[in-house]
């Protein structure tokens, strides 16, 4: 089923890009000390923030909006160099339990977390979720999927606080 969102009023952008610049400047808050930068182009509908984590150091999200969503993504890992069919499986089969983002192939077999939202639906709740999502699916899959993918040259390094 192809999900299709109505084109915003300019009333409608301009609030969305209004939350999402308010979003950014109080970020850090939000997810204490997780946040490492915020930024972007808002005269060009697009912002970024970089997060850091312990599995992966670091998950950096990117949002784009246009006429009718803002889209969001994550570059998850690149694409596997062994045991491809292995990872692409155990990643197809996890993206069944995902909410909000799934996963996704893209340039030079990169996998990405990816998903999109209404304009009109932009909040700071909703922004909130979305990078928790992201962080959250980073964290919890990135181990198996390197270490199948890159099998032998990929160790997962516990930080010193797990």
Known sequence: MLLTFSVATDFERDRA??????WMETSSQR???????VGGEPDNDRWFVRLKGEAKSF???WFDMDQRSLFFESQFMPGPIVEENQCYSYLLRKNSTLNIVHF??????AIYLVGSEPVVGV???KLDEIVGAIYAYSEEF??????IGYKGSYKYKKSKNS
């Open 31 to 37: 997810f204490d000390d997780l946040v490492d930068a």
């Open 123 to 125: 909040t700071e709740l």
């Open 142 to 147: 990135f181990p198996t999927a390197m270490s």
């Open 104 to 109: 996704s192939l893209g340039l030079e077999n």
């Open 59 to 61: 998950i950096s999200i």
């Open 17 to 22: 890009r209004e939350v999402i610049c308010n």
